[in-house]
């Protein structure tokens, strides 16, 4: 499933792949949002999208997460559980449906299981990451991106939570991992794939490459 680091790193990415080789950006996007589509919910905002083609003239897509300690936001696990209570007090709320469609979308298979049991892989899934690589592969179908990318650029100085920072990069290793369907030890400056989405329920079926770098302040 990795492809071999060839030619120069997407530029401000320390990141390569053999399909991005001669990558040549053209717009950056900050703040990009993204509709996630069906359940009202807001937008995915991404910290950035950088569009250009690659030296063959393939348009490509990159949209980036920046990360200092600060956690991916909850796991799947947290927020199944406040949807629940929300619906348990009869609050009108489809976080739940929207927690399901995405984990459908992404993994193939939803995180709470029909008898209510939550998939033992799944849960420890940070939402973040869930909803940034789906933001990823409908950005990139809008605009006719034949390569997408999702990218994690951390930023890294003296001053951070140095167990909040490897339980991000444990974090985006068990979210690669469960793309892969097998144990997988992720090194940073990899861009890993292409993993098939499998889409659905207006999430597109297409491929998406995944990678974490970090810049050191």
Do not use: W
Not at 11 to 32: K, N, R
Not at 92 to 105: E, I, K, N
């Amino acid at each position: 499933m990795v492809a071999r680091r060839v030619g120069r790193p997407l530029v401000g990415l320390d990141l390569a792949h053999d399909s991005t080789s001669g990558f040549e950006p053209a717009t950056a996007i900050p703040e990009c949002p993204t509709d996630l589509g069906v359940e009202p919910g807001g937008s995915r905002k991404h910290d950035l999208v950088i569009l250009g083609r690659t030296g063959g003239g393939r348009p490509v897509l990159a949209a980036v997460e920046a990360k200092t300690d600060e956690p991916f936001d909850e796991r799947l696990e947290q927020r199944v559980t406040k949807a629940r209570a929300l619906l348990d007090r009869g609050a009108a709320t489809r976080q739940l449906d929207r927690v399901q469609r995405l984990a459908r979308g992404v993994f193939g298979r939803p995180v709470v299981r029909d008898d209510g049991s939550l998939d033992d892989e799944l849960k420890s899934i940070p939402y973040q990451l869930l909803a940034g690589i789906e933001g990823t592969a409908i950005e990139a179908d809008h605009r006719e991106a034949e390569i997408a990318i999702f990218a994690v650029h951390a930023f890294h100085s003296p001053g951070l939570n140095v167990a909040a920072v490897q339980e991000n990069r444990d974090a985006f290793t068990r979210f690669v991992a469960a793309m892969a369907h097998e144990p997988f030890q992720v090194s940073e400056g990899v861009l890993y794939g292409p993993f098939t989405l499998p889409g659905g329920e207006g999430i597109p079926r297409r491929d998406v490459l995944v990678g974490m770098t970090t810049s050191r302040l």
